[in-house]
């Protein structure tokens, strides 16, 4: 490697450093100008805006810069992000520089933001100039190449075309034209030529030579500059101003100054940019990289602010309504948060003890967020010790009879301690499966006991015979034959399964408090007791949760279900032996013995989250309440109408979509279970089974264009072929079919990707130790595929979850659904193929998507901010899938890697 590409600076003499500043804050430049024309292109800045007002909006750009070039700037003093380049370092003291500069300029210059932006074009290109004429001259030191090149030629070519043909037309008028031709016998042979064609072609034509002609300093640099400089004039004179509009009479519509001026900044801005990055880097091929380096960035930054954009946007225009009358319970609102506090803590776990003082520095950052989740839950704990709820008013838009009429409402943490069940299962879940994983093993730890081995054999035959009652009961109902099985045996066996949990679940802690010695060697003496009492514990506490629902029994004690009293007892002794451990594991040094007692803390804390999740499944199952100090019930403290209710008709308020977002959901699940088994089992035949031949092509290019069929094709298909062979109307079950059809092409595409980029390595250190073709794919490729397979799920849920067309057609679902699909409800067992039913499949149902469309598209019931709201709602619904599958993902990775 040369010495020119050993060292940052070597490219650029010490005696050129201020060529180095000055290229370092034209590129800057170019930044904020990029930055403002977004900004100006979204309308969060006006670009009429001029005096005191444009001033305060650069002013607070500049502190918002400042603080984030301040915080990088503390991080790499602090030795935790160190930041060594002095291209950084000079570009973002070009920002403050520039954008103190403008600011200044706002408050002396009496011109709007346009024309500010115009001039700093103006800078650049002059900026850009004098760079390549220093280098030409020799005034610096730089390794140009003979020429730009033909694809740089080719570029500023087609730029020397659009710009040519938009400032003739906006000089000379599109639709102004010359005849060129003559006349034969008094008729007129020719053809009217627009006159924006010349000044297009001399400019494409002037600036293609100008890139390839002259040694790359100057090619690089004068057509940028004329560019740059054109586009800069055209918006500082107001040739193109703010006011300016073109309505040309081929289109309804209209192009405006607001959208071709940041469209022109945009463009201008990227040229500058990488003409000055590439003087920057000397020419040659470190500038050519450097050049595209920083042009590629750009356009990154585009990108995610345009779908940043979209979903600021959509939240905007829909969080009002989707939120209003929104309440919450504190201590409803503490258990939702519990999920981030674990993991703010696991954020903050740092090695205890080091010298470093830069570790101080790592340990502050990430401590941050538990500090934040740690305010707000302050602030959620504030609320019964004042006494007063925590609330935000505001007003939303309503349609009553065609009219717009504006309601008040408010946002509010109020003093409830009643917690919903469902709220308190999922989150109690993700606890479960968090400290489950940091679960390892206690195999051959600890001293074996007789009677628990003896519980231990007998437990699964105990769970499993449960099982097999709770699968007869539903099959035949609580009374075959008229006898009351259900309800004199299921109340037996849930009684004495209830009491049996008991016992199990305080093995553990009775293990810690019986005994003499040091507290750490019981808990590792007892370890035997830690598994049985957990998973025996957690097992027959679900089974008999289970039987609960085909018995139709729910036994009480002291007007208290007697599973959610088991439950409720568990996850006290799990808390209280998790307190035992980690006082425990606190007190002793050994390695190993504190890597044991790690592993039954975070089994013990599995368990009380898992206990915890059980009572909430009771509450929610057997629809009583269950209060003792605090409530867990059916109807919580947490109430979001527009996403927990139905439409309401004649309601003072128009209700909500809950309707809508269980279709939706059911529409994905389905097709996700319709087309992931089916994608990946052909994905495994054509990648690991079939000949690589004519078929495996054929089956390749069908499945590309299955791909890029239509979806209303999807829908036509489902509503001519699939509806008349599933009930003859519109379904859910069509829905979720035509869904899967559009799903399955992706799935199938990206799990033989998958599949293929798996080493033949792998497949053959398995043959090699005599496994066989089909264990080797089922437990050595699939698991190394299925982070790129659940990548194809996420992209082609991302997709069929917002589809409407193909839903018009096959689904039948109504704007306005006042009850919701209830899919799990409508099982039920007949005597006849296929033996089971249910008519909630077969009805149509409401979604999301073609409620959106109903209100906003098509103008049915529905004021327009309802269907913002419902876009906001469907965008978190396909959010939350992402998520999930996010997560699975980085779980088989973590899995792949570890293993």
Not at 55 to 62: K, P, Q
Not at 864 to 879: H, Q, R, S
Request: proline share 5%; aromatic share 8%; with cysteine.
């Amino acid at each position: 490697m040369s010495e020119a590409y050993a060292t940052e600076n070597s490219l650029v003499t010490a005696d050129s450093s201020g060529y180095d500043r000055a290229l370092d804050g034209t590129i800057a430049l170019g930044i904020v100008g990029f930055g403002l024309a977004l900004l100006a292109l979204i309308e969060l800045v006006a670009l009429d805006s001029r005096g005191a007002a444009l001033a305060e909006t650069l002013a607070t750009l500049l502190f918002v810069v400042a603080g984030g070039i301040g915080a990088v700037g503390l991080s790499s003093w602090a030795n935790v992000t160190p930041v060594d380049s002095q291209r950084v370092r000079g570009i973002a003291g070009g920002l403050l520089v520039c954008l103190l500069g403008l600011t200044v300029a706002a408050y002396v210059v009496p011109v709007n933001l346009a024309t500010l932006l115009g001039g700093l074009l103006l800078v650049e290109a002059v900026a850009v100039a004098a760079a390549g004429v220093a280098s030409k001259l020799g005034l610096v030191d730089t390794e140009p190449d003979a020429s730009a090149g033909l694809l740089a030629g080719a570029v500023f070519g087609f730029f020397g075309l659009s710009l040519g043909a938009v400032l003739g037309g906006t000089l000379a008028g599109f639709d102004s034209s010359v005849w060129l031709g003559l006349t034969l016998s008094g008729t007129r042979l020719g053809v009217a030529v627009p006159l924006w064609i010349a000044p297009s072609l001399l400019a494409g034509v002037g600036l293609f030579a100008l890139s390839v002609g002259p040694r790359e300093d100057l090619g690089s640099t004068l057509p940028a500059t004329l560019v740059v400089g054109a586009l800069g004039a055209t918006i500082a004179t107001a040739t193109i101003g703010v006011g300016w509009q073109w309505d040309p009479s081929s289109v309804s519509g209209g192009f405006t100054g607001g959208a071709v001026i940041p469209i022109f900044l945009l463009f201008g801005t990227l040229v500058a940019s990488w003409s000055a990055a590439k003087c920057r880097a000397g020419f040659g091929a470190r500038g050519r990289e450097y050049g595209a380096f920083l042009v590629i960035n750009l356009n990154a930054v585009l990108m995610v602010a345009i779908m940043a954009t979209i979903v600021v946007f959509v939240t905007v225009k829909g969080v009002g309504f989707a939120f209003h009358g929104a309440t919450v319970g504190w201590l409803s609102a503490l258990v939702l948060l519990s999920p981030a506090l674990v993991l703010a803590l696991r954020t903050a776990r740092t090695p205890a003890g080091s010298e470093d003082w830069h570790r101080g520095a790592r340990q502050l950052f990430r401590l941050l967020p538990l500090t934040a989740v740690g305010s707000v839950a302050a602030l959620l704990a504030s609320v019964p010790v004042t006494g007063e709820a925590l609330d935000y008013a505001y007003t939303y838009t309503v349609a009553q009879n065609r009219e717009s009429v504006v309601l008040d409402t408010q946002v509010a943490v109020t003093s409830e301690t009643t917690v919903g069940s469902l709220v308190l299962v999922f989150p109690a879940l993700f606890l479960f499966a968090y400290f489950y994983r940091q679960y390892g093993s206690l195999r051959d730890v600890g001293s074996e006991l007789d009677r628990a081995e003896a519980v231990r054999r007998r437990l699964p035959l105990v769970v499993a015979a449960v099982l097999a009652l709770t699968g007869a009961l539903a099959f035949t109902g609580s009374s075959p034959f008229g006898l009351p099985v259900g309800l004199a045996v299921g109340l037996a066996v849930v009684g004495a399964g209830s009491v049996a949990v008991v016992g199990l679940a305080a093995l553990p802690l009775a293990g810690l408090l019986v005994g003499s010695g040091p507290l750490s060697e019981r808990a590792l003496d007892r370890a035997p007791l830690f598994t049985l009492g957990v998973f025996g514990g957690l097992a027959l506490l679900t089974t008999v949760t289970v039987l609960q629902g085909p018995a139709m029994v729910a036994p009480a004690v002291v007007g208290r279900g007697l599973v959610a009293l088991a439950a409720l007892f568990g996850a006290v002794a799990s808390v209280a032996t998790a307190v035992l451990l980690a006082s425990a594991k606190r007190d002793t040094d050994e390695t190993l013995t504190r890597r044991l007692l790690g592993e039954e803390l975070s089994l013990t804390l599995a368990a009380a989250a898992g206990y915890v999740a059980l009572l909430g499944g009771h509450v929610a199952l057997t629809k009583q309440d269950f209060a003792l100090g605090v409530t867990v019930a059916n109807a919580g403290s947490l109430s979001v109408p527009t996403a927990m209710q139905p439409y309401i008709p004649l309601g003072p308020e128009p209700g909500g979509i809950f309707p809508a977002i269980v279709g939706t959901v059911w529409l994905v699940v389905g097709a996700t279970l319709f087309a992931v088994p089916l994608g990946v089992g052909a994905a495994v035949f054509l990648t690991e089974y079939a000949e690589q031949g004519r078929l495996t092509a054929v089956v390749e290019v069908a499945t590309n264009a299955l791909w890029s069929t239509p979806s209303i094709v999807f829908g036509l298909f489902g509503a001519t072929f699939l509806i008349p062979r599933i009930g003859g109307d519109e379904s859910l079950t069509a829905g979720m079919l035509v869904l899967g059809f559009m799903l399955l092409p992706l799935v199938l595409i990206t799990s033989r990707e998958a599949i293929k980029s798996v080493p033949d390595d792998y497949r053959d250190a398995s043959a090699a130790l005599g496994v066989s073709q089909w264990e080797t794919i089922r437990s050595v490729v699939l698991p190394a595929a299925m982070p790129g397979v659940i990548t194809g799920v996420i992209l082609g849920v991302g997709r069929i979850a917002g589809e409407t067309a193909p839903l018009i057609l096959v689904l039948g679902s109504s704007p306005n659904s006042t009850a919701a699909v209830e899919v799990l409800k409508g099982f039920r067992f007949t005597t006849a193929p296929p033996f089971v039913a249910n008519e909630a499949l077969l009805s149509s149902s409401a979604s999301l998507p073609t409620q959106v469309w109903a209100v906003i598209a098509a103008g049915v019931s529905g004021s327009p901010a309802k269907g913002w709201a419902t876009a906001f709602i469907l965008l978190v619904v396909v959010l939350t899938f992402y998520a999930v599958g996010i997560t699975a993902r980085t779980y088989f990775r973590r899995k792949l890697n570890y293993e």
